[in-house]
């Protein structure tokens, strides 16, 4: 490890034995977007609601306010996520099928990557605990250099 490399601690990671069992339920979502070659920041606050697909699974439904230089505006986003070869272990992938993304959280941490077009997508997955969990999305190429920043916390 080198002194640009963050120390992380294992203790910071919440272990997820069955991530479907951990994601269902509802969420409240906060996200920052950056964009870091520009300089313009925006900002998404909404739910998550993560329900049972009819073939096992869950379907994860956004849905929410996104405000991008002070311009605000309806935003929903739907995503699969389909059981993995064990339990800890999910299949993202887009609406229509399309894969995304594989998931890991049985340590309650994961880095994933999804080519689109000439950027590449880099996802960190973070699980704090029972109720709280992050993800961060760094977006880079010649379209887009992104930061998006979400917190998730369950809702009661």
Known sequence: ???????????????????????????????????????????????????????????????????????ARPATRTLRFLPGPTPGRADVRFADGRPFHDLDLTTGHWIAGHPCSADFYRGEFTVRDADRWRTVWRVGGPAKDLVLTTDYVRER
């Open 1 to 71: 490890m080198d002194a640009l490399t963050p120390h992380r601690d294992a203790r910071e990671y919440w272990p997820v034995p069955d991530v479907l069992a951990h994601l269902a339920g509802r969420w409240r979502v906060e996200r920052a977007v950056r964009d870091l070659a520009g300089g313009a920041e925006g900002h998404f606050t909404g739910t998550t609601v993560f329900g049972p697909l009819a073939d096992g699974g869950l379907l994860h439904e956004e849905s929410g306010t996104f405000t991008w230089q002070g311009t």
